[in-house]
């Protein structure tokens, strides 16, 4: 039975995938965990080599019960000339308030064009490449964006708020501080709603191992309107830095141990659009 088919009345919580789009490997393993039932949302990297390819996949199947978005990408793979960003000096450059605003808001608005060619759709929701979109200047950017384009229906938005505590580990902390209030904030001005809290960030180290003892504790301390992200892949791309960490990602998020995990916390899964509906 698919972990996803269990309805507890307790805690609901969404995990979504990265990164999709950046490599045939990460495209396999997100499709393999849909049809597992495992995931509720895919994030969609749209100037990723494998995109179009798996852009297509996500067209031709069943899309019940799984959100589709934007992973709006500022540092690896921008669609314009002149907009890639090294991550440091975009953290820098948005604190100071000097990133190029026309630029940026064109940046977003043809990722944005991508996303909606590609799958003939508005995205459920949007988020960013290494956090990009909670930073100053790129929130305000990405929300006037978002709100000319869905006038009727709005994306939700990933606001990356630490679930806080001594599991929360200091890259999560420090994530929080870049402006996960201020985009939550700002977010619910314009009418767009936010998931509860942000679970599943660490430093990516340690193996199947590691991550199966983190993904325990994760499930323990989640709560309805959580979301958990997850970076899943099968074989490596080129110059992929977090090959390994992917693959003992996907070997735990697809066995039978997680499967369980789910059960003796009672938790279930569902998509973040439909715990969000009517909030």
């Given at each position: 039975m698919h972990a996803s088919t269990q309805h507890s009345p307790g805690r609901a919580l969404c995990i979504c995938v990265?990164?999709?789009?950046?490599?045939?490997?990460?495209?396999?393993?997100?499709?393999?965990?849909?049809?597992?039932?495992?995931?509720?949302?895919?994030?969609?990297?749209?100037?990723?080599?494998?995109?179009?390819?798996?852009?297509?996949?996500?067209?031709?199947?069943?899309?019940?019960?799984?959100?589709?978005?934007?992973?709006?990408?500022?540092?690896?793979?921008?669609?314009?000339?002149?907009?890639?960003?090294?991550?440091?000096?975009?953290?820098?450059?948005?604190?100071?308030?000097?990133?190029?605003?026309?630029?940026?808001?064109?940046?977003?608005?043809?990722?944005?064009?991508?996303?909606?060619?590609?799958?003939?759709?508005?995205?459920?929701?949007?988020?960013?490449?290494?956090?990009?979109?909670?930073?100053?200047?790129v929130r305000d950017a990405l929300l006037a964006a978002l709100a000319a384009r869905c006038t009727a229906e709005r994306p939700w938005i990933r606001a990356p708020r630490s679930a806080g505590g001594m599991d929360a580990g200091l890259k999560a902390a420090v994530i929080e501080r870049l402006g996960a209030a201020q985009l939550a904030a700002r977010a619910a001005q314009g009418g767009f709603r936010t998931n509860a809290r942000l679970l599943g960030v660490y430093d990516f180290s340690g193996g199947a191992p590691r991550y199966r003892q983190l993904l325990r504790r994760w499930l323990h301390q989640a709560r309805s309107g959580d979301l958990l992200l997850c970076h899943p892949g099968l074989e490596a791309g080129a110059d992929d830095a977090l090959a390994a960490a992917r693959q003992a990602e996907f070997a735990v998020l697809a066995s039978d141990d997680f499967a369980a995990m789910l059960l003796t916390e009672g938790l279930s899964l569902r998509p973040m659009s439909s715990q969000l509906a009517g909030r």
């Open positions: 990265d990164d999709y789009g950046l490599h045939a490997g990460v495209n396999r393993a997100t499709l393999r965990l849909l049809e597992q039932g495992r995931v509720q949302a895919v994030s969609c990297m749209v100037g990723g080599p494998a995109w179009a390819e798996g852009a297509a996949e996500l067209r031709g199947r069943e899309r019940a019960g799984v959100d589709l978005g934007l992973h709006l990408d500022l540092t690896e793979r921008p669609l314009l000339q002149g907009t890639r960003h090294r991550l440091a000096p975009l953290i820098v450059s948005s604190l100071l308030h000097l990133l190029p605003r026309r630029t940026l808001r064109a940046e977003i608005e043809a990722q944005l064009d991508a996303f909606e060619r590609a799958l003939g759709r508005r995205p459920d929701h949007v988020d960013g490449h290494q956090h990009v979109h909670q930073l100053p200047v």
